[in-house]
């Protein structure tokens, strides 16, 4: 008497829960050892001198999107790389940006910023520029100087 080869279902079954409890493991240590976190600097780059500024950070488990709790620094240097302010502590807001607010200084040119997130198991830091130009402050007049002599022909 021939048999047939019909798959035993207990076997597929342990394969595909096998498999299963890999990949939810993965996920979970993932996000909980700050393996796969992405940190991104997410702040502004024009600013006009005197301006409120801010350095914004964002960090994120990268499998989920969702916000990773860190300890992040802002540091940030002038055009000839001398310290504007370093390591000053970063706000933590609920939906994974870290910010730290300044005030642009009047010298200008582009000034390199940085992050530095403290994830547990290591430190992360991420530089980016921005630009400071009273350029900006006198284009900014010009267009409102406009608008102002629209709104007047207009009535």
């Known amino acids: 008497m021939q048999t047939e080869n ?4 207990s076997v597929i079954i342990a394969v595909v829960l096998f498999l299963a409890i890999g990949i939810i493991s993965y996920v979970v240590l993932a996000n909980s050892n700050g393996g796969d976190i992405s940190v991104e600097i997410t702040s502004r780059t024009e ?6 500024g801010q350095v914004i950070g964002e960090v994120r488990y990268v499998l989920s999107g969702e916000p990773a709790t860190a300890d992040c620094y802002a540091s940030a240097y002038y055009p000839n790389k001398a310290t504007l302010f370093f390591e000053q502590p970063m706000v933590e807001t609920l939906f994974g940006t870290h910010y730290y607010n300044f005030s642009v200084p009047a010298e200008e040119g582009v000034y390199e910023y940085q992050t530095k997130c403290d994830l547990g198991t290591k430190n992360v830091t991420r530089s980016k520029a921005f630009h400071v130009s009273g350029l900006l402050r006198e284009i900014k007049e010009e267009v409102n ?5 629209s709104a007047y022909v207009v009535k």
């Open 6 to 9: 019909i798959p035993d279902w």
């Open 47 to 52: 600013y006009i001198p005197g301006d409120e």
């Open 145 to 149: 100087a406009t608008r102002r002599i």
